[in-house]
């Protein structure tokens, strides 16, 4: 159990046009999903938390108008990425957080969306 | 603010037991994680720890003291498919996770 997947797996778009990357929990309800990017050589940077049915909380320097999340269900979030940029150029991942209950309220990592934009 | 270190890089012998550490300093603490992840490809959960002491889980063990806000991860029967990026990363309010810049481990034969 436990697991989320992400979609697409790897996306290639041309710079100016908006990418959307799905993050599924398959098996769980997931009222938190959280958002990070990674450059290469480089660790996880979260960007921000997802919480089913309200606004994202961005965190500080990312702009919440070029990262629209939506966490419209309790196994779906979304990333968009809009008028996306070469520098936009990365390696996304979203986690779920199970509801409580669990013993620690792991967190459960998707496989990641590589997103390159020429 | 969030500070979390652990060294860049490492090198180990197959066969051998390596020590992976990490250092922080948050602002709140619930829990601190280790990681493992291949190039490439999302991280995968190998232990965690919020009380003191040390976490056994088969070649793996992790230990935590939070007065010295410090933790580790030891490797042991080191294998080649060991060789990855080690992330330590420190729960603080609302499950967020802050990771460290990651240890990339690489074994040799």
């Known amino acids: 159990g436990a697991v989320v997947s992400q979609h697409p797996s790897w996306v290639i778009c041309k710079s100016g046009t908006s990418v959307k990357i799905e993050c599924r929990s398959l098996?769980?309800?997931?009222?938190?999903m959280f958002w990070y990017r990674q450059f290469p050589k480089q660790s996880l940077m979260l960007m921000a938390t997802?919480?089913?049915?309200?606004?994202?909380?961005?965190e500080q320097g990312v702009e919440k108008d070029k990262f629209l999340i939506n966490h419209a269900s309790l196994t779906l979030s979304t990333l968009t990425v809009t008028s996306a940029h070469p520098e936009d150029s990365s390696f996304y991942i979203c986690?779920?957080?199970?509801?409580?209950?669990?013993?620690?309220?792991?967190?459960?990592f998707g496989p990641g969306t590589r997103l390159t934009v020429l | 603010g969030q500070n979390i270190d652990q060294p860049t890089e490492m090198t180990a012998t197959e066969g051998a037991i390596v020590q992976i550490n990490c250092t922080y300093q948050t602002s709140g603490f619930n829990g601190l994680f280790w990681y493992q992840q291949h190039a490439g490809e999302a991280p995968t959960f190998l232990s965690y720890n919020v009380l003191d002491g040390l976490e056994e889980k088969g070649r793996f063990s992790s230990f935590l003291s939070r007065s010295k806000g410090y933790s580790y991860l030891l490797l042991k029967e080191l294998q080649m498919k060991d060789s990855a990026s080690y992330l330590c990363?420190?729960?603080?309010?609302?499950?967020?996770?802050?990771f460290g810049q990651g240890t990339e481990l690489s074994v040799k034969p």
């Open positions: 997802s919480n089913e049915g309200s606004k994202a909380t961005y």
């Open positions: 098996d769980f309800q997931a009222t938190t």
């Open positions: 990363a420190v729960r603080v309010q609302g499950g967020k996770l802050i």
């Open positions: 986690s779920a957080k199970r509801l409580a209950g669990e013993r620690y309220n792991e967190q459960f």
